[in-house]
C-alpha cells in the first residue's frame, strides 16, 4: 500500500477509534475519557514512523474532544489533550527507536522489545501528564493521583496496543484484511472497560445513595431529637401552665370569695336587724367597699380577656395630663394615708401633646401607684414623676418597697405571675395589674421597664410616651365608666322624667329605682319584656333602661320590637341597655339593635344619673 494512501487510512482509523472512549469517573468540570486511538497511533508509529504518527495521534486527540462529547471541552482542555497526544508520541516514538525499532521490514524476534518499550512509555507519559493537570487543579500529589485513577488502566494499553503491532506486522506483509481482524481485540478492549466504568460509576451512584440514606437518617435523627426536645418543652411549657393555671383559678377563687364574704356576711346580719346605728354604718361601708373590691377584680379580668383576644380599644382625645395624674393619686391615696405612706409628686402639668386614651392613662398610673403602695412598708415613700425627656413624656414610679427579685423580674410583666403564689402570701389580688399597664402602654406606642436592685432594695418602674401631635378630627368621644367613676356625681336633676326599668332581676330593678327616684325621677318597674311591651301600650316615658338578659325575651329583640311599634313615641323613645355583658361586641350589638347607650352593671350612680340625663336631653330635642 502506498504511504499516502496508507497515511490516509491510519489517520482515519485513528479518528475512529478515538471515539470508542469511556468517561473516567474522575471529578472534572470538563470530564476525563479514555479511548482505543493509541492502537492505531502505535500501528502509525511502527508503519509510518515517528512524525507521521505524531500528526495522526494529534488528529486523534482532536477528535476525541470535539466529536460526540457530553460537554464541551474547554479550548485550554483541547489544546492540552492535543499537545499530551504530541509528546506521548514523540516520547514513544524515541524508545522505540532507541530500543532498536525499525519503521517496516519488522523481524519478529528483534519487535517484542521495542514495542513494550514503546507502549509502556506510551501509557506512562499519556497517563502522567493528564495525572499532573489533574493534581494541579485539584491540588493534589501527581503520583497519588496516576496511581488511583490510572494504573488500572495499564493493561487496556499493552491489549490494545498489541493489537496494533500485530496489525502493522501483517499489512506490512500485505495482509490487509487480517490486519483489520485486529479492531475486534481493540474493540473488545473498549466495551470492556465500558463495563468496567459502568460498575465504577454504579459503585458511585450506589455510594451517593448509601451517602444520602445516611445523610438523610442523620437528618431523621437530629430532626426527632429536636422534637423529642421540642415535645419535652411543650410538655414542660404546658405543665408550667397548668400549675400556673391551677394557681390562678385558686386566686381567683380567694379573692372573689373573699369580699363576698364580708358581701353576704354584713348582708345577713343586716337583715335580722342586729345592729345598733353606728354598726349599721360599719356594716354598709363594708358591704360598698367590698362590692368595689369585686368589680375592680372582674374589670381586670375582662381587660385580660380584651387584651388576649385583640379587642381592647382606645377612645382617643387630647389627654390633660394633670387631670389624669390627679385622678390616679386621688383613688391611691386612701389606702397610701391608711399605711402612712408618703407621696412625692412631681408633675409637668404640659410634658407636651399626646392623644390617648385618658381613662385607660389613669388606669396605667392607678395601677403603679397601687402596686407601690401594696409592697411598700407602713412609712415608707412613693416617687411620682411626669416630666418631658426628649422627644417622650416620662412617667416614673419609684418605691421603699419590698423589691423584686432578679430571678422575677424578666416575669413581672408576664399575665397571672406573682413573686409569691403561695396560700400563705401577704398580698392579695390576681397577678394580672402589670401586665395590664404593659399592654395599656404597647396600646399607646410606649415602653415600660422595671428596674430593682434587687429584694428588699425597692423597685422602679419606667414608663415611655411618645410625644404626638394633636388632630382634633381622629378624636373619638365617648362615656367611659372608668373615668367617670374616678369624678364626683353630678348635682343632676331628673325632675319630671319618667323612665321604664325592665330587668328580670328585682333586686336590680331596686336599685336603678332608688338611684333615680333620689333625684327627682318617676320610675315604672317591668320585669318581664311582655310586661314592659304592655305597659308601653298605654303609657309614655322620657327614657327606657332595659336588661339584656331576660328569660323568654332578651332585650335585643325587645328593642327591635319597640322601634317598629306604630306610635312613634313609643318607637323614638330613647333607651341604654343595662347589663352585665361588657364586651365590645356586646356593645356594637346593642347599638345595631336600637339602643342609643350600653352601660354595664356593676352601674356607677354618676355614670347612670349622666346617661338618663343624657338620653332625656335626645327625647327633648327630638319632640
Same mark, same amino acid.
Given at each position: ?6 497515511? !490516509? ?5 485513528? &479518528?475512529?477509534?478515538?471515539? +470508542? ?43 476525541? &474532544? ?44 528483534? !519487535? ?5 518499550? #514503546? ?24 503520583? @497519588?493521583? +496516576? ?93 408550667? #401552665? ?17 369580699? !363576698? ?33 369585686? *368589680? ?20 382617643? /382625645?387630647?389627654?390633660? +395630663? ?23 409628686? #412631681? ?39 411626669? =416630666? @418631658? ?15 423584686? /427579685? ?23 389580688? !390576681? ?28 423597685? %422602679? ?14 378624636? %373619638? ?18 325632675? =319630671? ?20 327616684? *333620689? ?7 317591668? #320585669? ?24 323568654? %325575651? ?34 356594637? %350589638? ?26 332625656? =336631653? ?6
Amino acid at each position: 500500500m502506498p504511504d499516502a494512501a496508507l497515511f !490516509l487510512a491510519l489517520l482515519l482509523l485513528s &479518528c475512529v477509534t478515538s471515539l +470508542w472512549k469511556v468517561n473516567l469517573p474522575i471529578a472534572l468540570v470538563s470530564g476525563s475519557t479514555l479511548s482505543m486511538s493509541y492502537a492505531a497511533n502505535l500501528m502509525s508509529l511502527l508503519l509510518l514512523g515517528t512524525w507521521p504518527a505524531t500528526v495522526i495521534g494529534v488528529a486523534g486527540a482532536w477528535a476525541q &474532544c470535539t466529536i460526540n462529547v457530553k460537554r464541551a471541552y474547554p479550548l485550554h482542555r483541547t489544546l492540552f489533550s492535543v499537545a499530551a497526544e504530541a509528546v506521548t508520541m514523540l516520547a514513544s516514538g524515541f524508545v522505540y527507536h532507541a530500543l532498536g525499532g525499525r519503521t517496516g521490514g519488522f523481524a519478529l524476534a528483534l !519487535l517484542a522489545k521495542p514495542l513494550v518499550g #514503546a507502549i509502556l512509555t506510551y501509557f506512562v507519559v499519556n497517563t502522567g501528564l493528564v495525572a499532573c493537570a489533574i493534581a494541579v487543579s485539584t491540588r493534589q500529589s501527581p503520583l @497519588r493521583v +496516576w496511581y488511583r485513577e490510572f494504573f488500572w488502566s495499564g493493561a487496556s494499553f499493552f491489549v490494545a496496543g498489541g493489537a496494533g503491532a500485530i496489525g502493522a506486522v501483517l499489512i506490512d506483509r500485505g495482509q490487509l484484511w487480517a490486519a483489520l481482524l485486529m479492531l475486534a481485540p481493540v474493540y473488545l478492549t473498549y466495551s470492556t472497560y465500558r463495563v468496567f466504568v459502568g460498575r465504577l460509576e454504579d459503585q458511585r451512584l450506589h455510594r451517593e445513595r448509601i451517602s444520602a440514606a445516611l445523610e438523610a437518617m442523620t437528618r431523621l435523627k437530629e430532626q426527632r431529637h429536636e422534637l423529642l426536645e421540642r415535645e419535652q418543652a411543650a410538655r414542660s411549657s404546658a405543665e408550667q #401552665a397548668n400549675r400556673l393555671k391551677d394557681q390562678f383559678l385558686a386566686i381567683v377563687s380567694h379573692e372573689l370569695r373573699t369580699p !363576698l364574704n364580708a358581701i353576704l356576711g354584713w348582708s345577713d346580719i343586716l337583715r335580722k336587724g342586729q345592729l345598733d346605728p353606728a354598726r349599721r354604718a360599719r356594716a354598709i361601708n363594708a358591704i360598698y367597699d367590698s362590692s368595689q373590691r369585686q *368589680a375592680r377584680l372582674v374589670d381586670e379580668l375582662l381587660d385580660v380577656s380584651r387584651i388576649i383576644s385583640g379587642r381592647l380599644r382606645l377612645e382617643r /382625645s387630647e389627654v390633660d +395630663w394633670s387631670e389624669v395624674m390627679q385622678a390616679a393619686l386621688d383613688v391611691a391615696r386612701p389606702a397610701a394615708e391608711e399605711k402612712r405612706i408618703r407621696f412625692d409628686v #412631681a408633675v409637668d402639668p404640659t410634658p407636651g401633646p399626646f392623644v390617648g386614651d385618658a381613662p385607660r392613662l389613669q388606669q396605667i398610673v392607678w395601677n403603679l401607684l397601687t402596686n407601690a403602695v401594696k409592697f411598700t412598708p407602713d412609712g415608707g415613700r412613693v416617687q411620682v414623676r411626669l =416630666s @418631658r425627656v426628649g422627644d417622650t413624656i416620662e412617667l416614673m414610679v419609684a418605691d421603699t418597697g419590698e423589691g423584686i /427579685s432578679a430571678e422575677f423580674l424578666p416575669s413581672v410583666f408576664e399575665p397571672f405571675r406573682q413573686a409569691d403564689g403561695s396560700i400563705t402570701r401577704r398580698h392579695g389580688g !390576681l397577678g394580672l395589674g402589670l401586665s395590664i399597664v404593659k399592654q395599656l402602654v404597647d396600646a399607646h406606642g410606649g415602653a415600660i421597664s422595671a428596674e430593682s436592685a434587687g429584694t428588699g432594695c425597692g423597685s %422602679r418602674f419606667v414608663v415611655h410616651f411618645p410625644v404626638s401631635a394633636v388632630d382634633a378630627d381622629s378624636f %373619638r368621644h365617648g362615656l367611659s365608666p372608668a373615668f367617670a367613676a374616678a369624678r364626683p356625681a353630678p348635682a343632676i336633676s331628673l325632675e =319630671s322624667t319618667r323612665v321604664l326599668v325592665v330587668d328580670d332581676d328585682e333586686a336590680g330593678r331596686d336599685v336603678v329605682t332608688m338611684l333615680l327616684e *333620689a333625684r327627682g325621677a318617676t320610675i315604672v318597674p317591668a #320585669a318581664s319584656a311582655a310586661a314592659a311591651l304592655e305597659i308601653l301600650e298605654r303609657d309614655r316615658f322620657d327614657v327606657l333602661l332595659i336588661d339584656i338578659a331576660m328569660p323568654d %325575651r332578651d332585650g335585643y329583640d325587645l328593642i327591635r320590637t319597640i322601634r317598629s311599634m306604630p306610635h312613634a313615641a313609643s318607637a323614638l323613645t330613647p333607651a341604654a341597655a343595662l347589663t352585665a355583658f361588657a364586651h365590645p361586641e356586646d356593645r356594637r %350589638r346593642s347599638l345595631e339593635s336600637g339602643f342609643q347607650l350600653h352601660l354595664t352593671k356593676p352601674i356607677d350612680a354618676a355614670i347612670l344619673v349622666e346617661a338618663v340625663a343624657s338620653l332625656r =336631653s335626645l327625647n327633648a330635642s327630638a319632640a
